[in-house]
């Protein structure tokens, strides 16, 4: 039921889409480090995955690693696309970014925290439905359909 009532997501962008053109494109970025995920929160709002709004003049890529920056002030190197998922109103476009062991994240711009977590505790917690939804179907491995391992066999972005 919670799909349907969600939204739709799919592994390849590159098949037809049935989106809404009033849609908003979102770079969407987990980023991973010893088994945790990076969480992000503005003031007084709910923990998310890094990202935001895809500019007309930019790709889905440039996005990601200029929102990463911005809100974290880390640079990205390699990102990995994993697939486009379809809220009610926004596509993620859902990146994966290994991050390095000198790289600490900090908040900058309108993000006031950020919080590696376990990805077993977001159903624990206050998250946007976006987070819990991709957090769950990249580690419980909703991949099956189209027996791949999605962190391991999609290309690198550079």
Partial sequence: MRRALYGHWRIHPQ???AWSPL??????IV???????LLVARDRARWALPGG????????????????QEETQMVAGSLQYLFAFGGLSKR?????????????PR???????????????IATMSTSVPTREIVTMIYQRRWREWDIDPLMDLPLWR
């Avoid at 980023?31 to 995920?37: K, L, S, W």
């Fill in 15 to 17: 098949q037809p889409q």
């Fill in 23 to 28: 849609m908003k494109d979102r770079a969407t």
């Fill in 31 to 37: 980023c991973r480090r010893d088994g945790q995920i």
């Fill in 53 to 68: 709004t895809v500019r007309k003049s930019e790709a889905p890529v440039q996005a990601a690693r200029r929102e990463l």
């Fill in 92 to 104: 993620h476009h859902v990146f994966v970014f290994d991050v390095p062991e000198q790289a600490w």
């Fill in 107 to 121: 908040p900058d711009n309108e993000i006031e925290q950020c919080r590696w977590v376990h990805p077993g505790r």
